[in-house]
């Protein structure tokens, strides 16, 4: 069988995109892992804020709420009026709520689990 230098031609830009599709492919999947592991790095770092916050018994109230001014890039945190008193004691002046300035939907998609999920199918 004889191969002429056209047909050699032929097979090294085969074997040369093949390849090149091959590393681009590899690339795509470490480049998700790194994302995937990033997202769920940031999801845990969310997950601890509300556990915290939760914890002290301030109150995050959904978008719905009219203390809210209707949702926004920003979400409000009521802190109780036992945090109140205690602020007032220690001579501060009592916050009555903040501001995350995280987005709202990124914070209900933790409080909904969502990452959690996709924790699993990562680990």
């Given amino acids: ?6 047909d ?7 074997v040369a995109m093949g390849l090149g599709w091959w590393l ?9 892992r790194q ?6 790095y940031q999801a845990d770092f969310v997950d601890q804020f509300i556990s ?6 301030c109150e995050i109230p959904p978008d719905s709420d009219p203390r809210c001014a209707n949702g926004g890039p920003y ?5 109780p009026q036992t945090l109140q008193n205690y602020f007032h ?8 709520s903040f501001t995350f300035s995280g ?21």
Avoid: C, Y
């Fill in 24 to 32: 681009h492919a590899q690339r795509w999947a470490v480049e998700k």
């Fill in 52 to 57: 915290v916050v939760k914890n002290l018994g």
């Fill in 1 to 6: 069988m004889r191969f002429s230098i056209r």
């Fill in 75 to 79: 979400t409000r945190i009521f802190v």
């Fill in 103 to 123: 987005s709202r939907d990124q914070l209900q998609r933790n409080i909904d689990g969502e990452f959690d999920l996709l924790r699993n199918i990562v680990q």
């Fill in 8 to 14: 050699l031609v032929w097979l090294t830009v085969l």
């Fill in 89 to 96: 004691s220690q001579g501060a002046s009592a916050p009555v």
């Fill in 35 to 40: 994302l995937q592991r990033d997202l769920l």
